[in-house]
């Protein structure tokens, strides 16, 4: 019984640490897609008239994505 409460508690300590992770980079994405940031690259132009803001909006979803998933990949526990 020792020995489970072992693999009981390190399962916990993993799952905290994780959901801590994602809570902080919710929190993160959240921030960057309020609104002083979104004003500021939608005035922002790249060479052929296309918005920066569209470019960000892709290149957060991806790497917020890239992150959860090297957040949860390893499922040993």
Known sequence: ????????DFFNL???????????????FLLLVNFPFVAI??????????PVLYLFFYILWALLIGLYYFIYKNNKT
């Open 41 to 50: 690259l939608d005035e922002l132009k790249l060479t052929n008239n296309v």
């Open 14 to 28: 993993c799952f905290m640490k994780r959901l801590e992770k994602t809570i902080v980079l919710t929190i993160l």
């Open 1 to 8: 019984m020792f020995c489970y409460l072992k693999i009981k």
